[in-house]
Every structure is written in structure tokens, then in C-alpha cells.
């Protein structure tokens, strides 16, 4: 694996482990709260971030053999705008609906499912050579086609995004 693979994916998985002590210390009622009908629950945002990961597995799958996404479609206008909107806490509508939480997955069903994407993504993160790591292997539904390194960095600052999502949960909650 990619240096630089290899370290965001480590930094990924110390902070889902970091996440994954703090929902240990909550209450059922506290995982399910919700601000309001069109607020998600603690649970609702873990679903999403699970969702996420589970399309860039897809993805990378399909797409690390032999890339079938255009070059001349990439637009990194638009991926930087995708960072910078999650790193301000911009709140935004989910670009794709098929990344809404749907709530039919308990907490435990949740951590089992990411558990095996994460199990199974360096299986593809370690067929990325250096001669490949600009291919686009992951197309973000509005920040378009992505290299392995891009698409990494964007699940990391998504993933911070909603760990702050849930900072605010909680803040409500006290």
C-alpha cells in the first residue's frame, strides 16, 4: 500500500475506533434522539457514513482493475468546494438520496456492515501502484471523478464533518 494510502487509512480507522468508545458511553435514547422530523439521530448519521464508505468500496472495486471513469470529466473545482462546504459545517442536501440513513439497521447491524467494508478496502487500496495512484477510481455524485488519494480524503473530511454532526446531537441533548 501507498504511503500515503496507507496513512490516511490508518488515520481512519483510529478515529472510527476514537467514535466507536464514544457511542460505548451512550444510552439507547441519547443513539436515537432527533432534534426534529427532519433532524437525523446519532444512528441515522453512523447509517450514512457506513452508506458512504460502502459506495466507495463499490466503486473501488470496480473501477481500481481498469478505470472506466473519463479524465476529462474530472472537476476539481467542484471536489474543492465539496471539501471546503464539509469543513465549514456548511449544511448541504446529500447529493445522492441513496446515501439517506433509512433507520432500518440497529447500531450493532451498523458497526458489523463497516466493519467488513473496512476488513475488505485494503484488498483494493494495495493494488494501487504508484503508476496508478492518479487513475479515477470514485465518482462523488457532485464533486465528480476521483484519484484513490482524493477519494480517501474526501471520506476522512466527510467522516469529521459528521463527528462534529454528532458533537451538536449531543449538544442538544444537555
Known amino acids: 500500500m501507498l504511503t500515503t494510502t496507507a496513512e490516511k487509512f490508518q488515520s481512519l480507522t483510529q478515529k472510527r475506533s476514537q467514535l466507536f468508545q464514544q457511542l460505548d458511553e451512550l444510552s439507547g435514547e441519547i443513539l436515537h434522539f432527533k432534534a426534529g422530523p427532519d433532524k437525523w439521530s446519532i444512528v441515522e448519521?453512523?447509517?450514512?457514513?457506513?452508506?458512504?464508505?460502502?459506495?466507495?468500496?463499490?466503486q473501488l472495486s470496480a473501477n481500481i482493475p481498469a478505470s472506466t471513469l473519463d479524465p476529462a470529466s474530472k472537476t476539481p473545482d467542484r471536489y474543492r468546494m465539496v471539501i471546503k462546504v464539509m469543513k465549514q459545517d456548511i449544511e448541504v442536501d446529500v447529493p445522492d438520496k441513496r446515501a439517506e440513513p433509512r433507520g432500518r439497521l440497529t447500531l450493532e447491524e451498523l458497526i458489523g456492515k463497516w466493519d467488513d467494508i473496512r476488513g475488505r478496502l485494503?484488498?483494493?487500496?494495495?493494488?494501487?501502484?504508484?503508476?496508478?495512484?492518479?487513475?479515477?477510481?470514485?465518482?462523488?455524485?457532485?464533486?465528480?471523478?476521483?484519484?484513490?488519494?482524493?477519494?480517501?480524503?474526501?471520506?476522512?473530511?466527510?467522516?469529521?464533518?459528521?463527528?462534529?454532526?454528532?458533537?451538536?446531537?449531543?449538544?442538544?441533548?444537555?
Open 45 to 58: 448519521v453512523i447509517e450514512h457514513l457506513v452508506i458512504a464508505e460502502e459506495d466507495l468500496l463499490q
Open 122 to 174: 485494503p484488498e483494493y487500496l494495495t493494488a494501487v501502484t504508484d503508476e496508478k495512484k492518479d487513475d479515477l477510481v470514485y465518482r462523488h455524485p457532485f464533486g465528480g471523478p476521483l484519484s484513490v488519494i482524493e477519494a480517501l480524503h474526501f471520506i476522512e473530511v466527510h467522516f469529521d464533518n459528521h463527528m462534529r454532526h454528532i458533537d451538536r446531537i449531543l449538544a442538544q441533548i444537555k
